[in-house]
């Protein structure tokens, strides 16, 4: 039987460093050490450096021999293109959804934005965040098509990512988000998918600052 061991550490390393990044414990600018992250875990460096390399190919950080890997922040273009790709997505959701499964949407997510609420004024805004990409996803959902909701998936970090990005736009004003999150929703049940197309596309640009 072959070992594994390396191969789960290689894993337990990558998805220690991402899930630090996500929570914001490596703040983008962080210089990330090999040595050092390798201590934190109680593992060798070898799994650390591959973790790292999986990392810079995912767009988490940056590597500089010698140095370090960099934790980098999103750019503008970057949040912008993943904002268009999730505008597509959500959108064919709506407009492949039956009449049933439209109807039942204001039933499924009434917790979700219930959550919202509570999340965004209590000041925590990765409670927030995971929720609101269950809410988004729910739009995806509406298609029953596996394939869009994988590509959909992939997203799902710089989705994150970008929500703490704009954590200023939504603390400022989480009645304005909450709003648009109803009327995004009260598009899709009717099956208006001009409006949801149109109310979807201010929503990114106001909560995201996008051109």
Known sequence: MPDNKPANAVARAHSGIRDAILRGEFAPGTMLSESSLAASMSMSRTPVRAALGRLQDEGFVTIYPQRGALVRAMTADEVRESAQVRHALELAGVQLAGPAARARLGEQLAENLDRQERALRDGDLPEFATV??????????????????????????????????????????????????????????AGDWVAFARDLRDHQSNAHDLE
């Open 132 to 189: 609101s990409l269950s809410f988004h996803r729910a739009f995806v959902e509406l298609s029953n098509n596996a394939t869009m909701l994988s590509f959909y998936d992939r997203l799902r970090d710089r989705q994150y990512l970008s929500i703490l990005r704009s954590a200023p736009t939504l603390t400022h004003d989480p009645d304005r988000i909450l709003a648009e999150h109803r009327g995004l929703l009260a598009d899709a049940q």
